[in-house]
């Protein structure tokens, strides 16, 4: 199984709103990545987490809350969003995350967010 | 830091012709270079890379070309489809950072019939 999955596809939420996004692996990979990106745009990294301990954080803002339960789960909890974080969001995994060597890194399908 | 850039922003090929992306990027210390592919609704998909030690890797129709020197990546797609119609990346990953890729901006391919 080579496959990053993603729910919800689509996610309509008000700026009062709290949601979660989810994402799963079964790839036994023990690295996993939180990325925005805004149309006509390249991805832009948000989180990274390597074996379930949050290692990068992109200074995103604290109405983004990410959260890795286990080595196969990482959720992206969603509160007091603003208009401009409309975006698809999307879920990477990758064997671990090195300094020196890169693991290439399967993505998931995304989550279009819509802040209304 | 990394900085990417991506040339050209959109490319119109007909099909059965060639396509070449090119990249440039900034920071020595990059040793690994993929090239992504994102059809629309998806999540972006690994179609080739290249490694520093490395000058050029070819997968059937799919070839790139680094020149460590230059800092110039390239990204050939002969005999072009229909299928190849998509966005296009390029990514630079310097060392040291965590597999943290820089990304260019992305080249919009259509392939005509």
């Known amino acids: 199984d080579t496959e990053v999955t993603q729910t919800p596809k689509h996610l309509v939420m008000g700026m009062t709103n709290k949601k979660s996004l989810k994402c799963e692996q079964h790839?036994?990979?023990?690295?996993m990545y939180w990325y925005k990106q805004k149309a006509k745009k390249p991805p832009e990294l948000m989180f990274v987490?390597?074996?379930?301990?949050?290692?990068i954080n992109e200074s995103v803002p604290s109405r983004f809350s990410p959260e890795c339960p286990n080595s196969s789960l990482l959720n992206l909890h969603l509160h007091a969003l603003q208009p401009e974080d409309s975006a698809l969001y999307l879920c990477?995994?990758?064997?671990?995350?090195?300094?020196?060597?890169?693991?290439?890194?399967?993505f998931g399908p995304g989550t279009r967010l819509t802040v209304l | 830091g990394e900085n990417v850039e991506q040339h050209p922003s959109t490319l119109s090929v007909q099909e059965g012709d060639s396509a070449v992306i090119k990249c440039t990027y900034s920071?020595?210390?990059?040793?690994?270079f993929p090239w992504y592919k994102q059809e629309l609704g998806k999540g972006p998909q690994l179609i080739i890379d290249?490694?520093?030690?490395?000058g050029e890797k070819k997968d059937q129709r799919i070839a790139v070309t680094l020149n460590k020197t230059a800092k110039h990546f390239s990204l050939h797609i002969t005999e072009t489809q229909p299928e190849d119609s998509a966005v296009y990346f390029c990514?630079?990953?310097?060392?040291?950072?965590?597999?943290?890729?820089?990304f260019g901006t992305g080249t919009r391919l259509q392939v005509t019939l």
């Open positions: 990477a995994s990758s064997q671990d995350a090195q300094e020196t060597y890169y693991n290439e890194q399967f």
């Open positions: 790839m036994g990979h023990r690295a």
């Open positions: 987490y390597s074996y379930e301990k949050l290692s």
């Open positions: 920071d020595s210390a990059s040793n690994y």
């Open positions: 290249i490694r520093s030690n490395v």
């Open positions: 990514a630079a990953f310097p060392t040291g950072t965590a597999s943290k890729l820089t």
